[in-house]
């Protein structure tokens, strides 16, 4: 199972598109993919820390409330 957070969008940076994310996951040979959401409700979270760098419109690192995810439990 491979999961993608992507990081990128801040000042003067759009981030990945669609076609960036396709890429990327024919790179890694996926061969059912979903995508969720972007923007600061993407976070990656491992050992109830969040790992990655969610940026919101104000350039600042920040979340906001979401109603789906992907969970993967021990």
Request: proline fraction near 3%; aromatic fraction near 6%; charge should be negative.
């Amino acid at each position: 199972m491979l999961f993608l957070v992507v990081d990128g969008r801040r000042l003067g940076v759009m981030g990945a598109d669609m076609n960036d994310l396709t890429e990327i996951m024919l790179r890694y040979h996926a061969y059912n993919a979903a995508n969720l959401d972007g923007g600061n409700s993407s976070v990656l979270v491992i050992d109830n820390k969040i790992v990655n760098h969610p940026i919101n419109w104000d350039n600042l690192e920040a979340t906001r409330p979401i109603s789906n995810g992907f969970t993967l439990e021990k």
